[in-house]
């Protein structure tokens, strides 16, 4: 019993010594300070679970916890903070029929990652000319983790992509393990493709992939729908970034299972990378070709990067040359 309580203890003060290192006030040293002083505290209940004064040791250890969880679970996400620029903004959007107001487009024209001219825009369009829908795959951490984007097309050859992403502070980045300790905000942007995906083909050189979803129109619309309504719910009510839960691909499985019955879940969901795969199997991709073949059709990476700067009207025609329509 007693290895059993100890491992208890060490899996809990794991646990509450991350969750310390990313949220406990006082910025790196106040973080560092407070994490070590629980991995201090936990050395001294461990070494009373194997001395006499075992039970003192664990309700001691159990009251200190609970006291932490309490503390965990009154933080609370927030609109209201110092957010780097590219997260400034929350989309949010109005419909009137067919008649699609989104507020908070963003456009920016990107240098670099750091030099950019900033645009937030206010766009309408109109759900009786969305005619396509693209999935976009974009690696930046090797072939397991990838970020999704979806691009509605219309008539008229204009494009609008969501993405969900992190909301972070100017001061912070990216991090998948302060994903699971309350680090970031979640956040839905609309972009533009000359921004969204010339910023990863471009500036952050990703290895970006496009694929033609093969889904009813009236889905399609229902997909743009259901991020305009989650987008106005997060600027209504902030929620915590979660790197499981609440993220690029298992937010937008959500929003799709309520719209294509049956949408099974599986484990490339939660692997981003291989959501290919998954839409593949599920029939939403062209199947009249292999997935590889796809796949080698859909890299926009190079005729992205050939385009030109982000600010070329082709760019979204550019990068679909040789991609097969539905």
């Known amino acids: 019993m007693t290895v059993i309580a100890a491992l208890l203890i060490i899996l809990a003060a794991t ?20 994490s070590a002083a629980w991995l201090l505290f936990t050395a001294v209940c461990l070494t009373g679970l194997w001395r006499s004064w075992s039970a003192g040791a664990l309700l001691v250890f159990a009251l200190t916890d609970a006291a932490l969880l ?6 609370v996400p927030s609109n209201e903070r110092d957010w780097a620029d590219d997260v400034a903004r929350i989309v949010q ?3 009137v029929g067919d008649r699609v107001t989104l507020e908070n487009v963003r456009n920016f024209d990107w240098r670099s990652a750091t030099d950019y001219a900033p645009r937030w825009e206010t766009r309408v369009y109109d759900l009786g000319k969305l005619n396509t829908l693209d999935l976009i795959v974009s690696y930046w951490s090797g072939r397991t983790i990838a970020h999704i984007l979806f691009s509605f097309g219309f008539d008229d050859g204009t494009h609008v992509v969501f993405s969900v992403e992190i909301r972070r502070e100017k ?4 991090s998948e393990i302060g994903g ?6 979640l956040c839905i942007i609309a972009a533009d493709e000359r921004d969204i995906v010339f910023l990863r083909t471009n500036v952050r050189r990703e290895d970006t992939y496009l694929f033609r979803l093969n889904l009813p129109t009236e889905a399609m619309r229902s997909l743009l729908l259901a991020y305009v309504a989650e987008g ?3 600027a209504r009510a902030p929620r915590f970034y979660h ?20 949408l099974p879940f599986s484990y490339r969901v939660l692997l981003s990378g291989y959501l290919p ?8 991709l062209d199947r009249r070709y292999p997935l590889e073949e796809l796949r080698a059709l859909g890299y926009v990476s190079d005729r992205a990067r050939g385009s030109g700067s982000g600010s070329s009207p082709d760019f979204s025609r550019d990068i679909r040359a040789g991609v097969p329509s539905l």
């Open 15 to 34: 646990w509450s010594a991350l969750a310390l290192w990313y949220q406990a006030p006082g910025g790196r040293t106040g973080r560092a300070s407070a």
């Open 70 to 75: 309490l503390w965990w679970a009154r933080l």
């Open 93 to 95: 959007g109005t419909v």
């Open 171 to 174: 001061t912070e980045a990216f």
């Open 180 to 185: 699971f300790f309350k680090e970031f905000e």
């Open 232 to 234: 106005n719910a997060l």
């Open 243 to 262: 790197t499981i839960s609440e993220n690029c691909t298992t937010l937008v499985w959500r929003m799709l299972k309520r719209i294509v019955r049956p």
């Open 277 to 284: 795969e998954y839409v593949y199997q599920v029939g939403g």
